[in-house]
């Protein structure tokens, strides 16, 4: 069974497919760095469709999620944009924390597995 990368990098690859599953890295948003929880979540979402496309997978076939707010006080407002992104009746399973991202301006992270 083979292995392929996508936004392959020196550190990281940004999504990885074995088999029927792609694992995506810990997604963060470049272009909402330091806007809201909103605004980053949507570009995060954003760009966690397009991974999924490229690895021939959909949002609908997400297993498993984690997502990194760096207030878990702005837990609705992240999810006020999750909530209107994931497809109802294929919801995975998910977990949200809090925790310090890599840079302050960083207010969400989330990775993703899902099947093929």
């Not at 909402?32 to 469709?49: F, N, P, Y």
């Not at 407002?77 to 209107?84: H, I, K, L, P, R």
């Amino acid at each position: 069974m083979g292995i392929e990368r996508f936004g392959v990098g020196p550190r990281m690859s940004k999504a990885v497919k074995h088999g029927d599953t792609v694992y995506l890295a810990g997604q963060v948003a470049d272009a909402a760095k330091g806007e809201s929880v909103a605004e980053q979540t949507a570009e995060i979402l954003a760009i966690i469709d397009a991974l999924l496309k490229d690895a021939g997978s959909h949002k609908s076939k997400i297993l498993s999620v984690t997502i990194w707010l760096t207030d878990i006080k702005t837990f609705p407002e992240m999810n006020s944009v999750w909530d209107q992104w994931v497809p109802q009746g294929d919801t995975p399973a998910r977990a949200t924390v809090e925790a310090t991202l890599a840079a302050p301006d960083y207010k969400v992270e989330i990775a993703v597995i899902a099947a093929c």
